[in-house]
T-cell receptor, first 114, second 112 residues
């Protein structure tokens, strides 16, 4: 079946602009995660959605970052007033439920802030 | 300019040899562990997982070993192939945390 998809695959933007990244999870997966991966590093947790519960935003690095998810479908991650340190690959993952269920990752969006 | 990432630990093995990739985890309360493989330009791909009530689990050509006493996890790949070249990450999940905590990764290079 279809895996997690993300768009765009690459995004180049100028410092100060807003960007919106999209994630389509695997159908039927109630949990959705966003992670950030800087060059040559591991993944940093950003935000977690589980069904209709309030999202866990504990990993968001600043108030310039926000995310939304409609029900158990598409999620968007928005970065306002982008900075050069926001340059990274943003990865989305989904799982059947939260906790100890395997997370399946999308291909990521590579964001470059000039 | 572009930031420079940390240098990943590297492991080079000859094709056909066995590989062992090690990982130390931090949270003694973690009870679920996963190994992911990440090829250049792609998202992490699930390889194998293990729960804390086990100390060994085998998959196809891969084995994960868990030593809770020293908080150590290892991934063994049998008969390593060129397609195994990638960065390998271990990740942990504690019962109270929903997100995964990832290690820094190991770059595996398979030599012909």
């Amino acid at each position: 079946g279809a895996g997690v998809s993300q768009s765009p695959s690459n995004k180049v933007t100028e410092k100060g602009k807003d960007v919106e990244l999209r994630c389509d999870p695997i159908s039927g997966h109630t949990a959705l995660y966003w992670y950030r991966q800087r060059l040559g590093q591991g993944l940093e947790f950003l935000i977690y959605f589980q069904g209709n519960s309030a999202p866990d935003k504990s990993g968001l690095p600043s108030d310039r970052f926000s995310a939304e998810r409609t029900g158990e479908s598409v999620s968007t991650l928005t970065i306002q007033r982008t900075q050069q340190e926001d340059s990274a690959v943003y990865l989305c993952a989904s799982s059947l439920a939260g906790g100890q269920y395997t997370q399946y990752f999308g291909p990521g969006t590579r964001l470059t802030v000039l | 300019g572009e930031s420079v990432g940390l240098h990943l630990p590297t492991l080079s093995v000859q094709e056909g040899d066995n590989s062992i990739i090690n990982c130390a985890y931090s949270n003694s309360a973690s009870d679920y562990f996963i190994w992911y493989k990440q090829e250049s330009g792609k998202g992490p791909q699930f390889i194998i997982d293990i729960r804390s009530n086990m100390d060994k689990r085998q998959g196809q050509r891969v084995t994960v070993l868990l030593n809770k006493t020293v908080k150590h996890l290892s991934l063994q790949i049998a008969a390593t192939q060129p397609g195994d070249s990638a960065v390998y990450f271990c990740a942990e999940n504690s019962g109270s945390a929903r997100q995964l905590t990832f290690g820094s990764g190991t770059q595996l290079t398979v030599l012909p």
